[in-house]
T-cell receptor, first 112, second 114 residues
Framework: SQKIEQNSEALNIQEGKTATLTCNYT??????LQWYRQDPGRGPVFLLL?????KEKRKERLKVTFDTTLKQSLFHITASQPADSATYLC???????????FGAGTRLFVKA | SAVISQKPSRDICQRGTSLTIQCQVD?????MFWYRQQPGQSLTLIAT?????????ESGFVIDKFPISRPNLTFSTLTVSNMSPEDSSIYLC???????????FGQGTRLTVV
């Protein structure tokens, strides 16, 4: 069956450092992969989408990579800030996919 | 983009009762999605609500427990029936997310069953 795996343990980093979050998937051949941010008590908010033919995508301090051979996406936040503390969710999508299925999410804590 | 209004934002209910959650979107959409997020967990898709047809439920979710209505292209309701404490969760309504488009979410309904 299809499976999406994200770091189950919380990631604690110091302000200013780069946070790297991992999303692995199995039994999937997604054409797209999305990353979302979720703050406590709120719905997820879209951050970035990367296509299977794109190796890397950037948006401000965010960078996403997509390796279809390794079946993995990495999500980087450079120069991290305490305001980046949140849960980050990945969601692989097929070409014909119409529903968003999420990984378990990784909780990030950035200490000042 | 889409703006989604969901209500109630929270409720405390007695076991055995039912709660209906409403979701209003500011634009017409073909599909609306209902998710459940149990404490400390990620989102689990309950069902896809299409206007004019019955909702499509994911494995582990049944219509008798989670009946869904979709009377028009901007509105949907999810009912949590015969509630037990295990139904205590956040319920979220969503639109979009088709292939290469982002999904938008309501603020969620925090349900506590006592």
């Amino acid at each position: 069956s299809q499976k999406i795996e994200q770091n189950s343990e919380a990631l604690n980093i110091q302000e200013g450092k780069t946070a790297t979050l991992t999303c692995n998937y199995t039994n999937y051949s997604p054409a797209y992969l999305q990353w979302y941010r979720q703050d406590p008590g709120r719905g997820p908010v879209f951050l970035l989408l990367i296509r299977e033919n794109e190796k890397e995508k950037r948006k401000e301090r965010l960078k996403v990579t997509f390796d279809t051979t390794l079946k993995q996406s990495l999500f980087h936040i450079t120069a991290s800030q305490p305001a980046d503390s949140a849960t980050y969710l990945c969601a692989p999508l097929g070409t014909g996919g119409f529903k968003t299925i999420f990984g378990a999410g990784t909780r990030l804590f950035v200490k000042a | 983009s889409a703006v989604i209004s969901q209500k109630p934002s929270r409720d405390i209910c007695q076991r055995g009762t039912s709660l209906t959650i409403q979701c209003q979107v500011d634009s017409q959409v073909t599909m609306m999605f209902w998710y459940r997020q149990q404490p400390g967990q990620s989102l689990t898709l309950i069902a896809t609500a299409n206007q004019g047809s019955e909702a499509t439920y994911e494995s582990g979710f049944v219509i008798d427990k989670f009946p869904i209505s979709r009377p028009n292209l901007t509105f949907s309701t999810l009912t949590v029936s015969n509630m037990s404490p295990e139904d205590s969760s956040i319920y979220l309504c969503s639109v979009g997310g088709r292939a290469n488009t982002e999904a938008f979410f309501g603020q969620g309904t925090r349900l506590t069953v006592v």
